[in-house]
């Protein structure tokens, strides 16, 4: 059983979702500090105040809080949509970059099997 555990935990995939939730964590609290710190004081100052929590309440049920989380929600999602689209530019250029490397060596690569080819076939 400890074998079966042992290679279980030394799997790429658990380690990977262990990073992933490290990151996340981590990644979390930065999503938080620029919505609380710097997004919404900006919305405050163009709308006024963006707590809802609690002015909008009717007889004890307090909706303004399941609003203040639907608007937290969108702009906490537009900060990942917008964090997560820059990573897949920069990724994507760097990709493209290696294949271009790779398709030069490539070619390079045939052009010199073609020149051999045609030395041996003018040597016959």
Known sequence: MWQEFKSF???GNVIDLAV???I?????KIVTALVENIIMPSIALIFGNT???SEWA???ITYGVFIQAIIDFIIIGAAVFV?????NVLTRNRLVAEEEEVVDEQIVLLR???DAVK???NGI
Not at 24 to 28: D, K, N, P
Not at 83 to 87: C, D, G, L, N, R
């Open 9 to 11: 935990i030394l799997r």
């Open 112 to 114: 010199e099997i073609r």
């Open 119 to 121: 030395k041996d076939q």
């Open 20 to 22: 992933a939730v490290v």
């Open 51 to 53: 707590d809802f929590t």
């Open 58 to 60: 009717y007889k004890g």
């Open 24 to 28: 996340g964590a981590a990644f979390s």
């Open 83 to 87: 964090f997560v689209k820059a990573v």
